[in-house]
Nanobody, 122 residues
Framework: QLQASGGGLVQAGNSLRLSCATS????????VGWFRQAPGKEREFVAT????????SVADSMKGRFSISRDRVKNTVYREMNSLKPEDTAVYYC?????????????????WGQGTLVTVSS
């Protein structure tokens, strides 16, 4: 029901845009969030966007480098990542929130995509 794409191998300092294709049925009235999980670490909140795109939130450690947007016509959520660092290497997941405005806790998200791997080389 959610399909994340756009990951790959990039050099540090470069940019990448991830996409999350959702379905109207599961996300039209719900916030969508991005999380990431690096090897050996817990899943970490990255960003979330409300059902209509009017409210966004980005993790403090990523503010200024990451942004989130959504196209309700295409049912797709995008995440721009700039000035990538090796520590950004992780599998990035998108998920549909239980609510119209998303939070930072994974347990408040119901549907999860399969994840897309981002590897940042130094």
């Amino acid at each position: 029901q959610l399909q994340a794409s756009g990951g790959g191998l990039v050099q540090a300092g470069n940019s990448l845009r991830l996409s999350c294709a959702t379905s109207k049925r599961t996300s039209s009235n719900n916030a969508v969030g991005w999380f990431r999980q690096a090897p050996g670490k817990e899943r970490e909140f990255v960003a979330t966007i409300s059902w209509n795109g009017g409210i966004t939130s980005v993790a403090d450690s990523m503010k200024g480098r990451f942004s989130i947007s959504r196209d309700r016509v295409k049912n797709t959520v995008y995440r721009e990542m700039n000035s990538l660092k090796p520590e950004d290497t992780a599998v990035y997941y998108c998920a549909t929130s239980l609510y119209s405005i998303g939070g930072t806790e994974p347990r408040t998200y119901r549907y999860w995509g399969q994840g897309t791997l981002v590897t940042v080389s130094s």
